[in-house]
């Protein structure tokens, strides 16, 4: 026999219900607060409740007066006013708060215990799917997106003072100055020593764009980057690619490292030196923190859901690339037909990501065709293709360029430029490297020889 005692309700605070409802009639304007805070009526456990916080929003959309009289009106056009014990048990809520200052520490309860409850319920959820034995792909990819969207809710504190920020930052420099290592530790640099001069190497949150026309190599030099990082910093990276398979990314990545030109890896003409080199890049890449999703057309929510698992198994997460930006999809239905939207909703959304993992994102972009028709083929801002968000959103907005692949007389043949066309934190420049086609490597002018 289950005793009384045993029987748990789901995580609620009546009281902190009523004092919520309670401050917006005392003050129309703590509606303000809540709906910075994001509160809904679904956040009420009591049934009543939920009914007048609904009866309250409504009132406040329609830019009414709100107190026990419009109240009452409003539930009784929605039939609710004798299910909420009609207009004495409102007078009870009107009176039931002291003063509306706290409204905001009240509604933070209200909605740090609606999402206990719906932290239940997906549990709850989950356990039932468990014993339904679906296909375990399909179950493992529906838990993911129960916990995707619990992590959406907003439970953020108010506005810092900047006293305190100054406090938190104070502290932040005298733990630099007393370990100075820690200054390192958070950024990737690519290991050309002007590119990193000018950028101070690519820091955690940033969202980097880096744009050229095709043939012109940016994914070889996305790749160059991110075996500098990984095998000489021991970053941690992962690498989406939309474009190309992961087979070829690897014949790519074996070619730079192991300096086997890439046509005799396409077409398999190896000898025994080859073999012993291609080896030792085997060998060297085997235990550097390189993962790699060829997945095409990955969405928004996959995209985080992949970065988030990475990051909670190996415990840091230093560098993403993803090559490139105009094959993503955000994987919402409002965007169809409105390719320009939609990209301007992947570069914000990419910056958000960047910020809440902690560590910079490189995404490859095409550049229109406009760069062709000009006399002077050196790309500029305006060429971003799809969306002038990317440059808005962008901290760095790096553009690759190669003057032989215009002109095969040039006395710039092996060379490309780097062109920093946006750099937030300080000035843009030039940058040149030179290029070895035969081995898709980008190297310092000075190591080149």
């Known amino acids: 026999m289950v005793n009384i005692e045993d029987l748990k309700l789901p995580p609620h605070h009546l009281e902190a219900e009523k004092w919520v409802l309670s401050t917006v009639l005392i003050d129309n304007e703590v509606m303000y607060i809540l709906e910075w805070m994001a509160l809904e009526a679904k956040d009420f456990y009591q049934k009543e409740h939920e009914y007048i916080f609904a009866a309250l929003t409504n009132l406040r959309s329609t830019r009414k007066t709100i107190d026990v009289v419009t109240l009452s009106d409003e539930l009784g056009k929605a039939d609710h006013l004798d299910v909420v014990w009609g207009t004495d048990y409102l ?127 940016k994914t070889a030099f996305a790749l160059n980057c991110v075996i500098n990082a990984a095998v000489q910093e ?128 490189i995404a490859l972009s095409q550049l229109s065709r406009a760069v062709e028709s000009r006399p002077d083929k050196r790309p500029m801002l305006s060429d971003l293709r799809e969306s002038w968000s990317i440059e808005q959103d962008a901290d760095i907005v790096m553009m690759l360029y190669r003057e032989d692949y215009y002109d095969p007389y040039t006395d710039k043949k092996g060379l490309a430029s780097i062109f920093v066309r946006k750099n937030r934190n300080g000035p843009g420049w030039e940058v040149e490297l030179q290029w070895m086609k035969e081995n898709m490597k980008f190297a310092n002018l000075e190591q080149a020889g």
């Open 91 to 217: 007078y009870e809520i009107a009176s039931f708060a002291i003063t509306s200052t706290v409204a905001h520490e009240y509604g933070k309860i209200v909605k740090e215990k609606a999402v206990l409850r719906n932290i239940l319920t997906a549990c709850q959820k989950i356990s039932g799917e468990v014993y339904d034995q679906e296909p375990v792909p399909v179950l493992l990819e529906r838990i993911e997106k129960r916990i995707f969207d619990l992590t959406q809710v907003n439970l953020s504190d108010s506005l810092m003072h900047i006293k305190d920020v100054l406090n938190q930052r104070v502290e932040e420099y005298m733990e630099l100055v007393d370990n100075p290592e820690k200054l390192e530790a958070g950024k990737v640099n690519t290991k050309y020593t002007a590119l990193d001069d000018m950028l101070g190497g690519f820091q955690p949150g940033q969202l980097i764009i880096l744009a050229a026309r095709p043939s012109m190599g």
């Open 234 to 361: 021991k970053k941690t990276i992962a690498m989406f690619s939309l474009e190309m398979g992961n087979e070829q990314l690897v014949d790519r990545i074996l070619c730079t490292v192991s300096g086997t030109p890439m046509h005799k890896i396409t077409k398999w003409l190896l000898d025994d030196t080859d073999f012993a080199n291609l080896g030792e890049a085997m060998e060297t890449l085997s235990s550097a923190d390189m993962f790699m999703d060829d997945k095409g057309a990955v969405t928004l929510n996959e995209l985080r859901s992949k970065l988030r698992r990475l990051k909670i198994e190996k415990g840091k997460l230093d560098m993403v690339v993803i090559d490139y930006l105009q094959l993503m999809s955000a994987g919402w239905s409002k965007f169809a037909g409105n390719r320009v939207q939609e990209v301007s909703e992947l570069s914000r959304w990419l910056k958000e990501l960047a910020r809440e993992l902690k560590c910079p994102i």
